[in-house]
């Protein structure tokens, strides 16, 4: 296969200088990764690898600033933050420029990327002081002792982010264990470093102390242990194999860690809905973001009766998608991440075709768009030995089934090991709402694929089953990043028998101030 140079104008906004300001704050001590722009393939700039001992210095540093972090008024830390959400909004379109330079993405998957990180400012502004705030609760006896629940920043937090959504989830995970007083090490994948760079150097404009915020950069299972060992929390989005391994050398530190995961979801059409509409959905479902989303639709459930009509309107549309590279706003979809991440799209459609599915529409790379790219993909007949019957795919790849009842429908969604996320659509929404009730999975989304859950910021959204343990958004995303402290105050020394008092009498005493308290609901 011989590979044609796409002719592209890189973004005017992305120049050398900013790549080298961008790179610069990454520690290393020589090694360094080309990273490249996906679209062509040519070398953008050479990004530093952290060796151990870098991840190390970055730890102290963050540890030093973090004191004094955690030691400034709540409200002078969500100040830098209503900062940073002017500028980030400011500049939405340069991080779109990075974003897509470095993972190959079309221009609105891009812009909406930009738009994750205010969004969840935005939610915590309004929340984070409350949920910071001390909780005075009772005490064992009533007026003379008190508890107060107080939240306490981890410390230092590693995260762990992946290439798809670079600038999401190395930002905007970041922003709740922020503002609770923490400092962050950030560990992006080598091929997306530049937006989350981006970020935090907007971050720090907007008045985030110098040294809260670190990245450190390498291949995962190069810097992942040091990063680990040195966290008090761990917040980690990748694939389910490598969370499997970060959770068990978090557990074995005993700190506590949030992991994101994999997914393979199901979309589920019923009888009464809008042909057109879910058409539409399933095309963003199964192609938003090239199939790069964690979740997004890898697997569509449709009823016999209508079966022929939704798959003819479906690769039709898939057929008639705008696939191309460039930096405006015309492509629908865009290019792969990498030439390596190619080859497994590829390698789950080639299992497929040779145990027997069929192509319906795609199946093939397109070296004459780009040297990552791959056709929209809808496959028919795919079963549970084939790669892609059972296992994330992560490209533009869907399989159609039919089903003849909704209690099979269910059955077939729920018959895999992950749990991120389902849709269902149909015209009446009581039906839907009982259906989506019945499915294994963190987020169900009613009508639509995803953005109505992912943009809920207000509701915990994470996994179940293989996809994930714990949840960003919602009052969670913002705890988990805290420790409880319980100030416990005793006022008078009423506790345990007075001194020469026969225990027996105060035993009772006890048990029936016990009752006492029960009957009149103090306790
Ligand atoms: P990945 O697990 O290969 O890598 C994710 C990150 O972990 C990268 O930064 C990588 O360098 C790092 N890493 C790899 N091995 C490591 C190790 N041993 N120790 C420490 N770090 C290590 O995943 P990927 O291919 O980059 O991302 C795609 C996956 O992420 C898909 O499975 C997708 O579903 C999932 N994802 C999940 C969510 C979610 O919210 N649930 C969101 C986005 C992506």
Redesign the pocket.
């Known amino acids: 296969m011989t590979l044609t140079p796409v002719q592209l104008t890189r973004p005017a906004s992305v120049t050398d200088a900013l790549l080298r300001q961008l790179v610069e704050r990454v520690p290393g001590t020589g090694a360094t990764w080309q990273l490249t722009e996906v679209y062509t393939g040519e070398v953008l700039v050479a990004l530093p690898q952290s060796a151990p001992a870098d991840i190390e210095a970055a730890y102290a540093t963050a540890r030093a600033a973090q004191r004094q972090w955690a030691a400034t008024p709540v409200r002078e830390r969500l100040a830098v933050f209503r900062r940073a959400h002017t500028l980030f909004v400011d500049n939405a379109r340069t991080t779109a420029d990075l974003i897509q330079v470095e993972s190959g993405k079309n221009r609105r998957m891009a812009i909406e990327e930009t738009c994750d990180p205010p969004m969840v400012m935005s939610h915590y502004l309004k929340r984070a002081a409350k949920l910071l705030a001390p909780v005075k609760r009772g005490g064992p006896v009533p007026m003379l002792t008190t508890s107060t629940e107080i939240r306490q920043p981890k410390g230092v937090v590693g995260i762990?982010?992946?290439?798809?959504?670079p600038f999401a989830?190395g930002i905007s995970d970041a922003i709740p264990a922020l503002m609770a007083g923490n400092a962050v090490v950030l560990?992006?994948?080598?091929k997306t470093a530049l937006s989350p760079l981006h970020g935090v150097r907007m971050l720090e404009e907007a008045g985030l102390p110098k040294g809260l915020f670190q990245v450190v950069c390498g291949?995962?299972?190069d810097?992942?242990?040091t990063?680990?060992d040195n966290a008090d929390y761990v917040m980690?989005?990748?694939?389910?194999?490598?969370?499997r391994?970060?959770g068990e050398?978090a557990g074995r530190n005993l700190i506590g860690c949030c992991l994101?995961?994999?997914?393979k979801n199901p979309m589920i059409v019923l009888e009464d809905a809008d042909l057109a509409e879910t058409v539409q959905g399933a095309v963003f479902g199964a192609f938003g973001n090239t199939g790069?989303?964690?979740?997004h639709i890898e697997r569509i459930y449709v009823p016999e009766s209508r079966y022929d009509e939704f798959r003819d309107a479906f690769v039709a549309a898939a057929k008639a998608l705008d696939v191309r590279a460039a930096y405006d706003f015309g492509p629908e979809m865009g290019s792969l991440v990498s030439v390596d991440?190619l080859g497994r799209v590829r390698s789950h459609v080639d299992d497929a075709v040779a145990k027997g599915a069929t192509v319906l529409c795609g199946g093939r790379p397109r070296p004459d768009l780009g040297p990552a790219f791959f056709e929209p993909t809808v496959l028919e007949g795919v079963t549970k030995d084939m790669l892609c019957g059972v296992t994330?795919t992560?490209g533009p790849v869907v399989a159609l089934h039919r089903y003849r009842t909704v209690d099979e429908a269910v059955a077939l969604a729920n018959d895999t090991d992950y749990g991120?996320n389902a849709s269902v659509w149909g015209g009446n929404l009581d039906a839907a709402r009982a259906v989506a009730a019945r499915i294994e999975s963190g987020n169900v989304n009613i009508n639509d694929i995803l953005a109505t859950a992912y943009a809920a910021k207000g509701t915990p959204?994470?996994?179940v089953k293989n996809?994930?343990v714990g949840a960003?958004h919602g009052d969670q995303g913002l705890l988990k990043y805290t420790d409880v402290q319980n100030m416990a105050v005793l006022k008078k020394q009423v506790m345990g028998a007075k001194p020469g008092e026969d225990y027996g009498k105060h035993v009772e005493r006890m048990l029936s101030g016990l009752k006492m308290m029960r009957r009149t609901r103090i306790r």
Do not use: Y
């Not at 762990?160 to 959504?165: D, H, R």
């Not at 989005?237 to 490598?242: F, I, R």
């Open positions: 762990i982010a992946p290439w798809n959504f989830t560990k992006p994948d080598n291949e995962g299972p810097v992942g242990p990063l680990i980690f989005t990748g694939s389910t194999a490598t969370g391994v970060i050398r994101e995961l994999g997914g790069q989303i964690c979740m991440h994330e992560f991120l959204s994470g996994g996809s994930g960003r």
